[in-house]
């Protein structure tokens, strides 16, 4: 029975907290949509490479070539596991917000972007210097594919354009039909890219089966907490594009030109765009982090989710002062990410207490999607005030949510203890 399948060991696992109410408790990790514990797997590896540490293609020492190896490999890992066309190039960054920065930034010229409200500010802010287009929160996926054809059908059909939508939400957890928007884009010329930063450590994920043309996310959403991130997808607009960072690696070939000046021919590879010394250690532990996942079986690790999901979902709905949070109605398919209001309750107030009384690590706020939770709060879209929470009195209305999160590494104890915290 996969859902009996043990969680995948994680670390933070044994760590102790105080508790206010005296005496101490293992710490309760939910909140793996900021960040999820490092795989035992991904520390494992990354500790048996750490002697042979040495710089990726800048050095002619057997350790440097080792690094490059390992590094250019861990390109070929990645490749396979978002199942990329073979064509595709594979860009590591710092993070999704890097990435899809770095998307913004080559942008053919007169690019139009089309991007829902509903984005995290990841996906929505970084086009603003494109001619872009906000799309209203969709109710249903028909309404969200149909309100992007409706939008792609006025456009200037002769110009680029790039539609950016999110797999999994960061706020309800909601998966979004891709496929649908990805045709939907295509039938209109359009590209798309796939902000993946909470669907890549939850669902399995096929750039080719999607259609998409590029996908980004991030490594320590993957329990690959070391500073590292992803941009694949196809190549022309990258090789097209300014480097987003000018420096070495980047650079193929640099010359003084007689009139004083410099002339640089850059790289077309992903290297255009992986200027500076290369994080070999993060590129190394997302390598590992999808083997281990893909070892594991996302057969498995979906079924024991969709396990803890129904765990958290019955307990709350046993609450009645408990709104939980949901775009597209409570039977659509989603990942370990909840988010919901407690009537009565500053959501800030009730976060601190699951810490401070029960050892339980949840986030709480706007989750840097502000439209979107404003939305789902039923307050004004539009108002995208400050992240926080504002003292709200009880029967005040609440600006603010509660989100707890969990993954391959939670064990049932954990979403267990949270049911009964809230209870
Ligand atoms: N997109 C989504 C859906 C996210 O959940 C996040 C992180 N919360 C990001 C983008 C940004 O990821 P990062 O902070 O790693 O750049």
Redesign the pocket.
């Known amino acids: 029975d996969p859902c009996c399948a043990a969680p995948l060991p994680v670390l933070g696992r044994d760590v102790t907290v105080p508790l206010v109410t005296g005496g101490e408790v293992t710490y309760a990790a939910l909140d793996y ?2 960040s999820a514990p490092a795989l035992q797997r991904v520390w494992d590896d990354v500790a048996a490479y750490a002697p042979y540490y040495g710089s990726v293609h800048r050095g002619a020492g057997y350790l440097s070539q080792l690094s490059t190896d390992l590094f250019e490999n861990s390109r070929g890992t990645v490749h396979e596991f978002l199942d990329c066309r073979d064509d595709d190039q594979v860009v590591f960054t710092r ?4 990435s899809l920065n770095l998307l913004a930034a080559a942008l053919p010229a007169d690019c139009q972007v089309f991007v829902f409200e509903t984005e ?1 500010h ?2 929505l802010l970084p086009w603003r210097d494109a001619r872009v287009t906000y799309l209203n929160a969709p109710r249903t996926h028909g309404e969200a594919v149909r309100t992007l054809e409706t939008a792609l059908a006025d456009r200037d059909p002769y110009g680029p354009a790039l539609v950016c939508v ?1 797999g999994a939400s ?1 706020v309800t957890g909601e998966l979004w039909p891709v496929r649908e928007l990805a045709a939907a884009a295509h039938a209109h010329g359009a590209r798309i890219v796939l ?1 993946a ?2 669907l890549a450590p939850h669902h399995p994920l096929s750039v080719r089966e999607l259609d998409v043309d590029w996908v980004a996310f ?1 490594g ?2 993957l329990y690959a907490p070391f500073g590292s ?1 992803v941009l694949a997808g196809r190549a022309d607009w990258l090789q097209d594009a300014e480097p987003y960072l000018a420096g070495g690696g980047a650079s193929r070939k640099v010359a003084r030109r007689t009139d004083g000046g410099v002339d640089v021919e850059w790289h077309s590879t992903a290297a255009r765009h992986e200027a500076g010394s290369p994080n070999v250690i993060g590129v190394y532990s997302i390598a590992s982090a999808c083997k281990a996942l893909t070892e594991a079986g996302f057969g498995t690790l979906v079924a024991r989710e969709q396990h803890l999901i129904t765990k958290v979902r019955d307990g709350l709905a046993e609450v009645p002062e408990v709104k939980v949070l949901s775009l597209f109605g409570d039977d659509s398919p989603r990942v370990g990410v909840i988010s919901f209001v407690v009537e009565g309750w500053n959501s800030s107030h009730f976060a601190a207490a699951l810490s401070a009384e029960y050892g339980i690590g949840v986030r709480d706020g706007l989750f ?1 999607a502000h439209p979107l939770v404003r939305t789902l709060l039923g307050s004004d879209p539009q108002d995208v005030g400050e992240c926080g929470a504002p003292e709200a009195e009880p029967g005040e209305r609440l600006l603010n949510a509660i989100r707890v999160s969990f993954g391959a590494g939670t064990p049932d104890e954990h979403v267990e203890r949270f049911v009964r915290a809230v209870k």
């Open positions: 949509a900021a993070s999704t917000t890097d995290h990841a996906s999110t960061n902000d930063a909470q991030s320590h959403k991130g840097c």
